[in-house]
């Protein structure tokens, strides 16, 4: 865990892939326990620490997490978060390219717990939620894409199956119809940036968070850095 920025109200740290955010059956120790205790310990605080988790991400996905440190905060946060008033940006690495280079997909999402698995329909149905993104491809290697996305909804799993639907599975995402799994148990999806107005200060944030420390990361890191500089 790297804490990214912090304050009297929020912290926002870097998650690893393969962390749960919060407590699950399977009884590993979630990330909102380790802030906790960082917190505890480097502001030497007496008694429980309160943190309230505002967002989550998928175990095997890593980046960006905010975490509320006061009451206040979260329930703003979780305003916040219901109106789309927090903008998050994700990086995903697929094998394939998508067929137009920028879309808003829509879909329509079931998900079920007994396999813990989300379903995405082009068309409305029973029980399903409506969830939509935008995205555009902003690199390419020899054998991969990196897709930029943008959340306009906030559903289990939505990025993963909308660009599956779209036959671009996320590298070594195996539940969603990638062929081959990552060697480290992740899949290659980042919550790469997030953009709000502080919910008590009202300061502009905006983080990014470091890519993995893979070559292929670190590769398309280069490629969108360059074009930054061509273009500045």
């Known amino acids: 865990m790297t804490v990214l920025y912090e304050d009297n109200h929020i ?18 120790k979630p990330l909102s326990e380790i802030v906790k205790e960082w917190i505890k310990e480097k502001h030497q605080k007496p008694g429980n620490v309160f943190l309230g988790v505002a967002h989550r991400l998928d175990r095997p996905v890593g980046g960006i997490v905010v975490f509320a440190k006061t009451s206040k905060a979260l329930a703003r946060l979780n305003q916040m978060f219901r109106n789309g008033d927090i903008h998050k940006t994700y990086w995903a690495i697929s094998r394939n390219c998508p067929e137009k280079p920028a879309d808003l997909l829509t879909h329509y999402i079931t998900s079920t717990e007994k396999n813990n698995r989300s379903y995405a329909s ?10 939509q993104l935008r995205y555009r491809v902003i690199a390419h290697s020899d054998h991969y894409h990196l897709i ?4 306009m909804t906030g559903r289990k799993h939505q990025i993963r199956v909308q660009l599956s ?3 671009c599975p996320v590298k070594g ?6 062929r081959r799994s990552n060697p480290d148990g992740s899949i290659s999806l980042l919550a790469r940036r997030i953009q709000f107005t502080h919910p008590v200060s009202g300061k502009e944030i905006d983080i990014t968070a470091p ?10 890191e280069k490629m969108t850095n360059d074009k930054l500089q061509m273009t500045s």
């Open 211 to 220: 890519v993995p420390d893979d070559p292929l990361w670190k590769a398309f």
């Open 11 to 28: 912290i926002i740290v870097n998650k690893e892939p393969g962390e749960i955010v919060q407590g699950d059956k399977s009884g590993d």
């Open 122 to 131: 082009p068309v409305p149905k029973d029980g399903a939620k409506l969830a």
């Open 173 to 178: 995402d195996l539940k969603y119809g990638d």
């Open 165 to 167: 639907a779209i036959d």
């Open 148 to 151: 930029e996305v943008n959340l």
